[in-house]
């Protein structure tokens, strides 16, 4: 069985400044999917990123950006000059490219921005 | 700009009482998920559905049915509910296997 391990249960990092959170997962696929969420107080999950394992280029979208290793097994997420607004926890979550519909998420990682 | 929407937001059960939570998306998405969320274990997937009148267990389906009747909708119903089922209830959808889900508010469901 799949799983993803978020081994940061807590991160803080300074506004402006850059935090990298870290991932790891296990499977025997090889055409997976890998995703970043956020979820701030109000509950609300939210996509930050999205990585197909096929891709060799690491995805990134504004601040965001993810480091993807995949022989490591490894898909690390970078929040570059970070914001008080980025201050929420952060879930990484793996699927499967095939029929399996499953998505495996992590334990989450909670980030404090500090002013 | 609805997306997923969820209801209630907010429910308290007496142990032993039923209920069905709603999910409805109005993106003409084809698979829908529940999950549920407890402290420290992340999100875990209790049913889902990949298609109008098809269902299928997740992970953690023990204690919880579902239905699937129209493409809208998918409802989470909690037969007899147990302390152990107090929790917060997402609900998400997505257009293809491979495309990001997109999750509703939640639920918050507290059985005493």
């Known amino acids: 069985a799949q799983t993803v391990t978020q081994s940061q249960p807590e991160m803080s990092v300074q506004e402006a400044e850059t935090v990298t959170l870290s991932c790891t997962y296990d499977t025997s696929e090889s055409d997976y999917y890998l995703f970043w969420y956020k979820q701030p107080p109000s509950r609300q999950m939210i996509l930050v990123i999205r990585?197909?394992?096929?891709?060799?280029q690491n995805a990134t979208e504004n601040r965001f950006s993810v480091n993807f290793q995949k022989a490591a097994k490894s898909f690390s997420l970078k929040i570059s000059d970070s914001q008080l607004g980025d201050a929420a926890m952060y879930f990484c979550?793996?699927?499967?490219?095939?029929?399996?519909?499953?998505?495996?998420f992590g334990k989450g990682t909670l980030l404090t921005v500090n002013p | 700009n609805a997306g997923v929407t969820q209801t209630p937001k907010f429910r308290v059960l007496k142990t032993g009482q039923s209920m069905t939570l709603l999910c409805a998306q109005d993106m003409n998405h084809e698979y829908m998920y529940w999950y549920r969320q407890d402290p420290g274990m992340g999100l875990r997937l209790i049913h889902y559905?990949?298609?109008?009148?098809?269902?299928a267990k997740g992970e953690v389906p023990d204690g919880y049915n579902v239905s699937r009747l129209k493409k809208q909708n998918f409802l989470l119903g909690l037969e007899s509910a147990a302390p152990s089922q107090t929790s917060v209830y997402f609900c998400?959808?997505?257009?293809?296997?491979?495309?990001?889900?997109?999750f509703g508010d939640g639920t918050r469901l507290s059985i005493l």
């Open positions: 979550a793996y699927k499967d490219g095939g029929s399996n519909y499953k998505l495996t």
């Open positions: 998400a959808s997505s257009s293809t296997v491979g495309r990001p889900q997109h």
């Open positions: 559905s990949v298609g109008e009148g098809t269902t």
């Open positions: 990585q197909e394992a096929y891709k060799q």
